[in-house]
């Protein structure tokens, strides 16, 4: 019964479909709230990450805040492979973060204990999915939207356990007896409770799903504590299925993350596992009677799992390092990224002209992958493919990379001293990468501008198209050119490369012109123009940054390289 309307079935398969649409709905829910959760926290999440991670505790707290913030464990897990495999992170600092994802991941299970407990809830589920659905679809303003999402998502929540706990209800009462044989053997056997909840977990990746249906067919009395608490830690290793998957394809020390995940979660449920039968369960029972007597409160579930994940994450914290021993001795064989082949921090040592040119190799590849990124942000500009916000992000973490890696290389040969020339030479490499950098975030820019507008149906008009089609042509040409010039260090190629940045001025001033005109005239509205002229000013200031560059080179007395060859 939802809403006080009693929902009738004609059969179990039938109940059956209703709980694939509330788990749906749950799941459509939890991803909603944590996406928008995530926007409104804006870039920001990312930086903290990278920035405050340098202790595996603060990582550890800043793991629990983000999954706070996210509300997806498994999304915070993914997120730190990322981060390592794009060499914002290292491999010791994830751990940390890993550690405080597996405890903030404990909240929303101890939030839909407390409200499942609410008779009010299925109605107030559906009051606040339209409050939410009202502020998304009647106000403007962007951060109202947001706020409406997420509000819209919390209702959803509940919503979807409702439809789960009315199905789950009606299966009980047609086939009691099967169902008590059931769940008697999970009792009896919590590693088969744990292996259901490990598969489940799996395959609708959210742990908080499986434990958020588990608590609520405890709640009813459809399922016995043991076995509830044995699914509840089958969860915990089914949640490390993203992170395992987000790791496929990259780096060697993406996958010791993964590794390192799956292995936190499998000791700790192995350990609770081999002391429950004579030593946890019943004192979580004892627990357990002494807060709620004979009633099934499905809190008891969620403190088992906050105290599981936090006596798990701190014995892990102090055995970080024989963690970090076993992941290196699992994955022996040595990959080097491209930016460590390119960067050989031994010749630094032995010899820093040879270094310099291997930072120049670098600079190069960094200069390819701008290139590629200008592409993807043209083609995404004229035709939606949400593969191209994938890859761009691709490019803009291995751009950010780069930037990091080679600046930090190039600061370590001036350590070990070069003659004026080179240093000179080094001064202008600094310069070069700060550059291509911001052409990145001006391609970011430009992708997040047009996913803004075909979520909201904003078409280019003709006029505006072929206008950008225009200004993108010489863009690509100035940063085809630039590639050459900046590979080959060479002035004339430099030169020609610069006789298109005036051209560039001068079409995104007259377009920006065409654009009001064509807005003030009506051809065009206010709503429908958005981000249009932005998009411009972002095309003009890349095509400023390629101009800092090929200044640089037309203005280098060194181009020859007379003591060493690029």
């Not at 709620?292 to 055995?319: D, E, K, Q, R």
Request: with cysteine.
């Amino acid at each position: 019964m939802i809403l006080g309307i009693e929902f009738t079935f004609d059969g179990v398969w039938q109940a059956v479909l209703y709980i694939l649409c509330g788990l749906g709905i749950f799941l459509f829910g939890i991803s909603m709230m944590g996406t928008n959760l995530k926007n409104i926290a804006g870039d920001k999440v990312k930086q903290i990450i990278e920035r405050t991670t340098n202790t595996p505790f603060k990582g550890m707290i800043v793991g629990f805040l983000v999954t706070m913030l996210t509300q997806s464990a498994s999304g915070t897990s993914a997120l730190a492979v990322g981060l390592v495999a794009s060499g914002l992170m290292s491999f010791e600092q994830s751990l940390g973060i890993l550690l405080g994802a597996n405890i903030g991941g404990t909240v929303l299970t101890i939030v839909l204990a407390l409200f499942s407990q609410l008779e009010i809830m299925p109605i107030l589920s559906v009051i606040l999915v339209f409050v939410g659905s009202f502020a998304m679809f009647f106000f403007k303003q962007k951060k109202i939207r947001q706020l409406g999402s997420i509000v819209m998502g919390f209702g959803m929540i509940f919503l979807g356990l409702a439809f789960i706990d009315m199905s789950f209800a009606h299966i009980l009462k047609e086939n009691k007896e099967t169902i008590e044989n059931i769940f008697k053997g999970l009792d009896a056997a919590p590693e088969l409770g744990v292996l259901v909840g490990v598969l489940f977990t799996m395959i609708v990746q959210s742990s908080s799903a499986t434990i958020g249906i588990v608590q609520g067919m405890y709640l009813t009395g459809t399922m016995t504590l043991s076995g509830a608490i044995g699914i509840m830690l089958g969860a915990n290793i089914g949640t490390t299925i993203t992170a395992v998957i987000a790791s496929l394809g990259s780096s060697r020390t993406a996958k010791k993350v993964a590794f390192s995940n799956v292995i936190i979660k499998v000791f700790g449920v192995v350990v609770f596992v081999i002391f429950y039968r004579w030593a946890l369960f019943p004192l979580i029972k004892l627990i357990n009677n002494a807060m709620f007597g004979t009633n099934t409160n499905p809190i008891i579930i969620a403190l088992t799992h906050l105290v599981f994940n936090i006596i798990n994450s701190f014995v892990f914290l102090l055995l970080l390092k024989p963690l970090i021993k076993i992941s290196d001795k699992v994955f022996k064989q040595e990959e080097r990224s491209i930016e460590e082949s390119l960067l050989d921090y031994s010749l630094i040592t032995k010899s820093s002209q040879l270094a310099l040119s291997f930072a120049k190799s670098a600079i190069d590849h960094m200069a390819t992958i701008v290139n590629k990124y200008i592409m993807v942000a043209k083609e995404y500009s004229f035709v939606r493919n949400d593969e191209d916000l994938e890859i761009g992000d691709e490019y803009e973490r291995e751009i950010n990379s780069l930037d990091k890696r080679i600046h930090d290389y190039l600061i370590k040969i001036t350590v070990k001293g070069l003659n004026k020339n080179s240093s000179d030479l080094l001064s202008k490499y600094l310069d070069s990468i700060k550059d291509l950098e911001r052409i990145g975030d001006h391609c970011t820019n430009i992708l997040g501008f047009f996913r803004e507008r075909y979520i909201h149906n904003m078409n280019l008009s003709e006029d505006g198209e072929q206008d950008l089609e225009q200004i993108f042509s010489v863009l690509i040409n100035m940063s085809n050119l630039s590639l050459e010039a900046i590979n080959n260090w060479n002035k004339n190629t430099a030169s020609k490369a610069l006789e298109l940045e005036p051209e560039i001025d001068k079409l995104e001033e007259f377009f920006h012109s065409r654009h009001m005109h064509r807005v003030d005239n009506g051809k065009c509205s206010y709503m429908n123009s958005e981000h249009y002229v932005e998009v411009l000013s972002n095309i003009e200031r890349m095509g400023d940054h390629f101009t800092n560059i090929l200044e640089l080179i037309c203005n280098d007395e060194y181009c020859k390289y007379d003591e060493f060859d690029h």
